[in-house]
């Protein structure tokens, strides 16, 4: 479906040098009516009509002999013209410029939707804005075509047009009959994609030229999803506590592999040069080595982890099966001793401080398995009383 509908019937000519006043006149009357050769021959003769009027007086005259040295003031070498010559070409075709603003355009400034047309200037760039049909457009040729203008922006855009500098000139007079005002009458134009400025179209067409090594690898640059992925990697690495003799040469490599990914992504660097070629391979291999690493020193944590455990796991069953299978040694006799009143049950068996040799008559009976016995037991005991 297409975009802007009608808007081919309407003339419009795209920039030339400084032709700006050649594609004015054309746009206005809708069709190619001027070129630059007639526009120069209007201004060589105002110029001559000036130079008359300088030679009345004596031609041997400072001021004449200064006037005829000097550029003329309607044309240059450019194609620039001036206003007297924009003027003098319409009147060619029963056509007047009235400067806005001025007593005989008031009614301009209050209803501008009501006339016909506009001539504006800024500077050496002339441009109009037309009705046809019975809508506006803005016909300005530093576009890449006809902008459509609803009469309530119209205003807006002349007022707009003033703030930055412009003059603004109503055109009064019958304009020659064309044929994109005909169509327009019957069908209205419909515009949804609105035209860009031909310096910023040029900057686009330059564009893949010059980043013509980064584009062709588009497909292959490292998506912000795995950079992320990378990044919440490294932090579990940074606080796991382990391999910490390597956190600073794998932190150094990510980093670099973080930064050419980015400038994949953003197309370039913060300091706005333009971003050098990718390798994708390159930062594949970095990003791969830099997991494996990571694998690696993350299964050695795990397997120091495992066999500390498995050895743990073995003195704990090798208690437990010293505590279960061997043959309990009976405790010799020993002498009854005074307890203490405020020594609770469990404590009145071993009076602290004292030698044990004291409480047994058989001192020679009592052996260090005995002994390993007689307080494993009175362990296991106290915490059933617990």
């Given at each position: 479906m297409p975009t802007n509908i009608n808007m081919d019937a309407i003339f419009h000519e795209k920039q030339e040098g400084s032709l700006c006043a050649q594609h004015c006149l054309n746009s206005l009357?809708?069709?190619?009516?001027f070129s630059a050769v007639d526009l120069?021959?209007?201004?060589?003769?105002?110029?001559e009509e000036e130079r008359q009027r300088m030679a009345e007086g004596d031609i041997n005259s400072p001021e004449y002999l200064h006037f005829i040295q000097q550029p003329s003031s309607n044309m240059d070498d450019s194609g620039y013209?001036?206003?007297?010559?924009?003027?003098?070409?319409?009147r060619v075709w029963g056509l007047e410029?009235?400067?806005f603003g001025s007593s005989d355009a008031i009614a301009a400034t209050i209803h501008p939707e009501k006339e016909s047309a506009f001539i504006c200037n800024f500077k050496d760039h002339w441009l109009t804005i037309r009705k046809l049909g019975y809508q506006w457009f803005n016909l300005n040729s530093l576009l890449t075509g006809p902008e459509l203008i609803s009469d309530t922006y119209l205003s807006m855009f002349i007022t707009q047009l003033q703030r930055e500098g412009y003059s603004i000139f109503v055109i009064?007079?019958?304009?020659p009959d064309n044929e994109a005002d005909q169509v327009l009458r019957l069908m209205p134009a419909v515009q949804t994609q609105r035209p860009t400025s031909l310096a910023e179209r040029n900057q686009q067409q330059q564009r893949p030229t010059s980043s013509a090594g980064a584009s062709t690898s588009s497909s292959n640059i490292v998506s912000l999803g795995d950079l992320q992925s990378a990044l919440e990697a490294n932090k579990t690495f940074m606080s796991g506590g382990s391999g910490r003799s390597g956190v600073s040469s794998q932190d150094e490599q990510l980093q670099d592999a973080i930064k050419l990914s980015m400038q994949g992504v953003s197309g370039g660097s913060s300091s706005g040069e333009p971003a050098e070629p990718v390798d994708v391979e390159q930062l594949r291999q970095k990003r791969q080595a830099f997991f494996e690493r990571q694998q690696q020193t993350q299964q050695g944590a795990s397997s120091s982890a495992s066999a500390s455990s498995s050895q743990n796991d073995q003195e704990l069953k090798d208690k437990q099966t010293v505590e279960h299978n061997s043959t309990p040694v009976p405790l010799p006799s020993r002498?009854?001793?005074?307890?203490p009143a405020a020594c609770s049950n469990a404590a009145a068996n071993f009076v602290g401080g004292e030698d044990e040799s004291e409480h047994y008559e058989n001192d020679e009976q009592v052996t260090e398995e005995a002994m390993l016995e007689a307080a494993i037991r009175m362990s296991m005991q106290s915490q059933e009383k617990r």
């Open positions: 009357l809708q069709g190619a009516y120069a021959t209007i201004a060589q003769s105002l110029d013209f001036s206003v007297q010559v924009i003027s003098k070409a319409l410029l009235i400067p009064r007079g019958k304009l002498k009854p001793v005074p307890k």
